[in-house]
């Protein structure tokens, strides 16, 4: 009977092993970087602060308006209602046991 004796073979990382833990840190790195460090770009066109009447007229209102002063006011009263409420709603038995 023969003993075989062979070398432990060594770990041979490739290439593509060591470029793909790169380009993951890469990903990783540049996901940090969006996330905590990059500033946001405040687009005006989206949100127009100058000359804007009605965010002036909101502003007015103020927080310490009070409900009757709100529905009172001419413009709230101007505007009109595109929805019919129904009246005779169909709700479900009055017992839903029986």
């Not at 060591?18 to 066109?45: C, D, N, Q, S, T």
């Not at 929805?83 to 017992?95: A, R, W």
């Amino acid at each position: 009977m023969a003993i075989v004796v062979q070398e432990e073979k060594q770990s041979s990382i490739g290439i593509l092993y060591i470029l793909g833990w790169i380009i993951f840190g890469i990903i990783i790195l540049v996901g940090i970087y969006y996330v905590f460090f990059k500033r946001p770009e405040i687009y005006e066109a989206a949100v127009p602060l100058k000359n804007n009447e009605n965010i002036n007229q909101v502003v007015k209102i103020g927080s310490g308006a009070s409900f009757d002063s709100i529905v009172e006011n001419p413009v709230f009263k101007s505007l009109k209602n595109y929805i019919d409420i129904p009246q005779n709603i169909s709700t479900g038995k009055e017992n839903p046991f029986n």
